[in-house]
């Protein structure tokens, strides 16, 4: 199983856009729900928005409210987010994952089966 993230745009400036995308394989990636953590430096990791398996349903936490979008193409087994109105506050890596828990538990990671192995978006001011 593998979940792979990759990102456009290299390093940002505040303000600026990126787009994630985390390419899945080694699972059914259509019976899974999909979440997009963050772990900063020194902090600890937190989720940002989650998706469902049919892609209907989404869920952002405060720090992604109006500011990024989470979407899927289970056609391509990819997960997408976007970044916009990038702040210095959002360096962090960021990590893609996936869980077969129902829809209530998005929120918590120590329900998700597979994570992928993060890419660092750093936003300088």
């Known amino acids: 199983l593998m979940c792979s993230c990759r990102r456009w745009g290299g390093l940002v400036q505040a303000g600026g856009s990126l787009r994630l995308s985390c390419a899945a394989s080694?699972?059914?990636?259509?019976?899974?729900?999909i979440g997009w953590f963050r772990q900063a430096p020194g902090k600890e990791r937190e989720g940002v928005s989650y998706i469902d398996d049919s892609g209907t349903v989404t869920y952002d936490t405060n720090s992604a409210k109006g500011r990024f979008t989470i979407s899927r193409d289970n056609a391509k087994n990819t997960v997408y987010l976007q970044l916009n109105s990038l702040k210095p506050e959002d360096t962090a890596i960021y990590y893609c994952a996936a869980t077969k828990a129902p829809w209530r538990y998005v929120r918590i990671a120590s329900r998700y089966n597979y994570w992928g192995q993060g890419t660092l978006v750093t936003v300088s001011s």
């Open positions: 080694g699972f059914t990636f259509d019976d899974y729900h």
